[in-house]
């Protein structure tokens, strides 16, 4: 398992190159092989018949043999005899033999055999030479029946020099690797040639899905032949296609819903400011009213304050989606902006701060003011109780922390905390926000070109740090 997933990591050209030489290289072997060793025992086959062949005859030469002791004495006439037609030769008659053919060249095990009346053989080295020992057994006749013939105990051998058809199954040998190697090298090119075709289209489905996840929908690739990659390149282009059509109706969609929403917005302000204006006159003289008309009058002065903040708070959620938001960049105190803020809407006796003077930071006042009253306000609301906020700054940006004393936030809330109309109900109180608070917040951190993030504390609570650069640049926000 562990080579495999080793072998997954490789490239596909390099996994092709393999695949091939290994194909190439099991198929000349075997076809190689299978060609020498039927080639080599032919040869060796044919060798060792002929000279078995030609040893019987040389041995009939010799006939007929006398049955008398007499013949004892004729040893070395018959091994005379042999020499003649032999370069070397030994012949045995019981312990006794003659000849010039090394006794090393004739093993018991070939002896035993000879004894037993065939005519056997068997490849010895001599010197780094390879010759073949030939043995056969010397029959005798007598008596007025020509055609009987016993044993005489006479053996004969001889040496046959066997180093041409050794050169020959060398030769073959040599073929054998030079045609293996040919075979391994029209293979990887091959090879080569068959990666070129079919990792071309792959290297061009892989660069035009690259381009199609960065979005650039007009991606397509050139569909060639009717092969299965030919395939593979019509359906990348119909996906394609179908993407482009279904992503071009989702922008219309949305580009229709946020200008609905902006539209809605701008025209909801002129009424919302009227009806602000008498539900302040009304909520003045609330106190005058009897009971239950003065609790009318409060609840629709609050919440025509909340609907107000609510279409304020899409107004500049447009301004964000439509890339019109901008920075008004001041040198400011820090410090005093927040104590500012704080004191504006409220919350100086609800928040300790915790405000250093002195650190001072080019920001846009007003979306500072943002950004901080949303933050307390969220943790006034959401959390509990002392709500701190702490300011500290270093040579490259400033940092702002609000934290609470509520429960915190349940971990599956932590991903979502900055989405728009989110509410964490599960993990705090009812929202009587729009939900829009946070992502107004983390949206103009943004485009100061900081960071906002939430967390957990320990024991209890939520904190919010705020992290803005000295020295923000002043364009639009990268939508």
Do not use: C
Not at 91 to 106: Q, W
Not at 169 to 185: F, K, M, P, T
Request: hydrophobic share 40%; net charge negative; glycine share 8%.
């Amino acid at each position: 398992m562990k080579h495999w997933r080793h072998w997954q990591h490789w490239g596909l050209r390099a996994r092709l190159l393999l695949a091939f030489a290994l194909v190439s290289v099991v198929t000349a072997a075997a076809v190689a092989g299978i060609g020498y060793g039927r080639a080599r025992d032919a040869i060796v086959q044919r060798a060792q018949d002929n000279a078995a062949i030609e040893m019987t005859n040389q041995i009939r030469q010799l006939y007929p043999v006398p049955t008398d002791d007499a013949y004892e004495g004729r040893l070395a006439t018959l091994v005379d005899k042999m020499n003649g037609r032999s370069n070397s030769a030994r012949v045995y008659l019981g312990d006794r033999s003659a000849g010039n053919m090394p006794e090393s060249a004739i093993t018991p095990e070939l002896r035993q055999k000879v004894a037993s009346g065939r005519v056997a053989w068997q490849r010895v080295d001599l010197g780094g030479v390879t010759f073949l020992t030939l043995g056969s057994q010397v029959r005798i006749t007598g008596g007025s029946d020509a055609e009987s013939s016993s044993p005489s105990g006479i053996e004969v051998y001889e040496l046959r020099d066997f180093s041409g058809e050794i050169e020959t199954i060398d030769g073959l040998a040599r073929d054998a690797w030079l045609i293996g190697g040919a075979a391994l090298l029209l293979a990887l090119l091959l090879a080569v040639l068959a990666a070129r075709s079919v990792l071309r289209p792959v290297q061009e489905l892989q660069r035009a899905a690259h381009r199609l996840g960065e979005g650039d929908l007009d991606t397509r690739l050139t569909v060639r032949g009717g092969d299965e990659l030919a395939a593979v390149a019509g359906t990348f282009n119909s996906t394609a296609e179908s993407l482009q059509q279904h992503v071009g109706e989702l922008r219309r969609m949305e580009a229709d819903a946020r200008r609905f929403v902006a539209d809605v917005s701008h025209e909801l302000r002129t009424p919302l400011a009227a009806m602000t204006a008498v539900t302040d006159m009304l909520d003045a003289e609330a106190g005058r009213l009897p009971g239950v008309s003065g609790q009318a009058v409060r609840l629709v002065s609050r919440e025509t304050h909340n609907l107000t903040r609510l279409v304020n708070d899409l107004i500049e959620v447009t301004r964000f989606d439509s890339g019109t938001a901008s920075l008004a960049l001041d040198d400011i105190d820090v410090a005093e902006a927040v104590r500012t803020t704080l004191r504006t809407r409220g919350f100086t006796n609800s928040v300790h701060a915790e405000l250093p003077d002195g650190i001072r930071a080019r920001v846009d006042p007003r979306r500072l003011d943002v950004i901080v009253a949303n933050l307390a306000g969220n943790a006034l609301r959401h959390g509990a109780e002392p709500v701190t906020v702490r300011l500290t700054g270093d040579p490259a940006g400033i940092t702002i922390e609000v934290a609470d004393s509520g429960p915190g936030l349940d971990e599956e809330v932590l991903p979502h905390v900055f989405d728009r109309f989110y509410k964490a109900d599960t993990a705090r109180s009812r929202s009587e926000g729009s939900g829009l608070g946070l992502a107004i917040s983390w949206e103009n951190t943004r485009l100061h070109g900081g960071r906002l993030t939430a967390a957990n504390r320990s024991p209890a609570g939520a904190v919010f740090t705020v992290w803005l650069p000295r020295n923000p640049r002043n364009t639009e926000a990268d939508q």
